[in-house]
T-cell receptor, first 117, second 117 residues
Framework: EAQVTQNPRYLITVTGKKLTVTCSQNMNHEYMSWYRQDPGLGLRQIYY???????DKGDVPEGYKVSRKEKRNFPLILESPSPNQTSLYFC????????????????FGPGTRLTVL | SQQGEEDPQALSIQEGENATMNCSYKTSINNLQWYRQNSGRGLVHLIL?????REKHSGRLRVTLDTSKKSSSLLITASRAADTASYFCATDSPGMAGGTSYGKLTFGQGTILTVHP
């Protein structure tokens, strides 16, 4: 089954304790992205990656790191989490748009609800 | 400010009625997409309309795009209680190199649709 998986789904942690949220897709997508969703603010992009070893900042990258060592995985790292990073996080993937790929709808993971105390 | 702004923020209707949601955006786009999100779950792609298209249908969904007004609308006909969800528009804007899309989507804040049985 084609899907995007995230782990963990729920996480409660304390300020300053490093954590990683994993994201994996099995659709051979080049493009992957992380979003956070907060009430009244919609989805905001944190980081994205257009292919292996190619990452770039989104709209709200402060306090986050990512890496793309393999095509299928795109982990989100919080080196020193703070309470303002309490949020619902989504990973998404898609094909890169090109002449042979007319659509670039994104496929979303189920979400990770993070609480930082 | 947000690239995609949905209107209304919340919509409450009875089963069988039509639901119309609007989205406005600010910059030029390659395409505009609509996504649905059930409470706390991942987003699911509904429909994509390209910048050179004016109207598109998919089942009970009808999407229009007016690039001169930088706006789109999503119509759900004969709504059902199961349509209760949040609906987001997302714009895919030209990237850095010659108008090619890099798959970066910018989401609006969403419209919360409630359909009463």
């Amino acid at each position: 089954e084609a899907q995007v998986t995230q782990n963990p789904r729920y996480l409660i942690t304390v300020t300053g304790k490093k954590l990683t949220v994993t994201c994996s897709q099995n659709m051979n997508h080049e493009y992957m992205s992380w979003y956070r969703q907060d009430p009244g603010l919609g989805l905001r992009q944190i980081y994205y990656s257009m292919n292996v070893e190619v990452t770039d900042k989104g709209d709200v990258p402060e306090g986050y790191k990512v890496s793309r060592k393999e095509k299928r995985n795109f982990p989100l790292i919080l080196e020193s989490p703070s309470p303002n990073q309490t949020s619902l996080y989504f990973c998404a993937s898609s094909f890169r748009l090109g002449t042979s790929v007319p659509r670039n709808e994104q496929f979303f993971g189920p979400g990770t609800r993070l609480t930082v105390l | 400010s947000q690239q995609g702004e949905e209107d209304p923020q919340a919509l409450s209707i009875q089963e069988g009625e039509n639901a119309t949601m609007n989205c406005s955006y600010k910059t030029s786009i390659n395409n505009l997409q609509w996504y649905r999100q059930n409470s706390g779950r991942g987003l699911v792609h509904l429909i994509l309309i390209r910048s050179n298209e004016r109207e598109k249908h998919s089942g009970r969904l009808r999407v229009t795009l007016d690039t001169s007004k930088k706006s789109s609308s999503l119509l759900i006909t004969a709504s059902r209680a199961a349509d209760t969800a949040s609906y987001f528009c997302a714009t895919d804007s030209p990237g850095m190199a010659g108008g090619t899309s890099y798959g970066k989507l910018t989401f609006g804040q969403g419209t919360i649709l409630t359909v009463h049985p």
